[in-house]
């Protein structure tokens, strides 16, 4: 499955800016495709989480693969001056549209990392200190 559905699936997912929808979404195709596995219809009733517990896993792991996937991309731009660096940075003159304001990518890294921005830059510009936030996430422990 990890070959040939996920390898597909990831390319160029670390530059998606996720919502609970996608996120939703993800999730859910996930939980398909190991019931496809397993051959369990959804008629059988069985839960989310027996499913999961037959192919011996606590919770689905895709959209954790994509979200840490997406943090070593932002460590990487952070660490080296380049084009999309620049662009990442970059600010926009003019007003702002109406409504609310649209989820951004660095939200995305924000919201993963838990912690502030200004301590995700810091934080990104160290390998090594990034590599435990990185690490971390998805285990349910606090970044340092």
Known sequence: MKCFVWSPFLYAKGTWTLNKNTEKRIEAMEIRIYRRMQRISWKEKVTNKKVLESVELQRPELLLTIQRRKMKYYGHLRRHDSIQKRILEGK?????????????????????????????????????????VTARHGDGMAPS
């Open 92 to 132: 926009i003159d003019g007003r702002c549209g109406r409504g609310r304001r649209r989820q951004t990518w660095l939200g995305n890294i924000q919201e993963t990392s838990q912690m502030k921005m200004c301590e995700v830059c810091e934080a990104a510009l160290d390998r090594r200190r990034w590599r435990t």
